[in-house]
């Protein structure tokens, strides 16, 4: 299974994601959106993730202009997005996925996960005239509650993404029509069952035979008598 890792970062956070997240697949191709020449083709993948981090309320320039070029082939694909962000607010966190990914987006992605963040904006300059105003969010941010990477979370996204098999519907999925789709596990067991109920029926009944058999024996003998 070929696996793309695509990120864009701007003091490093996101950068420290897709390098943790790689850990967990085998052989990915990871690529920074920002500095890879030639951006990857994405139908040679069979999962494609896609993260950064948010910059006031926004994904990365890079990465979205990425989605844009690529939307309809990542449609037809498995994806899940990951952002990394300053706040600690899951009510931000939702303001943040509901503002940069279309609804269809939303709706076929595997995952999309807030994964924690790092206030490190010395890292990296910025034009002077934004500078009071980054000191100043950053400061409320950190004094709200300071973020950090979360690694339960970014675990808890990779098992979203290894968890859904390509082709192959998950145990009781509902199929595109809402009904649920059996796996062929539980259609063996199901057939087990029935088989198991037929053998004890068959059972019973030879034991009743067996019942009136002896009682008709024991009724000649009485009368024999
Ligand atoms: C210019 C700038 C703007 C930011 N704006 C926001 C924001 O609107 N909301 C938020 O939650 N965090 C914000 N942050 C915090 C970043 O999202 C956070 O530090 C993230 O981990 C950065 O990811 P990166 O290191 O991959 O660039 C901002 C950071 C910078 C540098």
Redesign the pocket.
């Known amino acids: 299974m070929k696996i793309l890792i695509a990120?864009?970062?701007?003091?490093?956070?996101?950068?420290d994601?897709a390098k943790y997240i790689a850990k967990k697949f085998e052989n990915p191709k990871i690529v920074n959106l920002s500095t890879v020449k030639n951006i990857p083709d994405f139908n040679k993948y069979d999962k494609i993730i896609l993260g950064?981090?948010?910059?006031?309320?926004k994904i990365?320039k890079d990465l979205k202009k990425v989605i844009e070029q690529n939307k309809e082939l990542l449609l037809n694909k498995k994806f899940a997005f990951f952002f990394?962000?300053?706040?600690t607010d899951p009510k931000?966190h939702k303001e943040?996925i509901e503002k940069n990914y279309s609804s269809e987006l939303k709706r076929k992605a595997m995952a999309i996960s807030c994964v924690g963040?790092?206030?490190?904006?010395k890292?990296?300059k910025?034009p002077a005239k934004?500078m009071p105003y980054?000191n100043l969010?950053?400061l409320k941010?950190k004094k709200q509650n300071p973020?950090e990477l979360d690694y339960k979370k970014m675990d808890e996204f990779c098992e979203k993404i290894n968890n859904i098999t390509l082709n192959k519907p998950s145990k009781n999925t509902k199929n595109q029509n809402g009904s649920k789709t059996k796996t062929k596990k539980v259609k063996q067991t199901e057939q087990n069952k029935a088989k198991q109920t037929e053998q004890n029926k068959a059972k019973q009944t030879e034991q009743n035979e067996n019942k009136i058999e002896q009682n008709k024996q024991s009724k000649t003998k009485q009368s024999g008598k």
Do not use: D, R
Not at 7 to 15: C, I, K, M, R, W
Not at 52 to 57: L, M, N, V
Not at 84 to 87: A, F
Not at 117 to 121: M, S
């Open positions: 990120y864009a970062s701007l003091t490093g956070a996101s950068e994601v950064s981090g948010i910059y006031f309320g990365h990394s962000c300053g706040s931000k943040v963040g790092i206030l490190n904006y890292k990296c910025f934004i980054l969010k950053m941010m973020p």
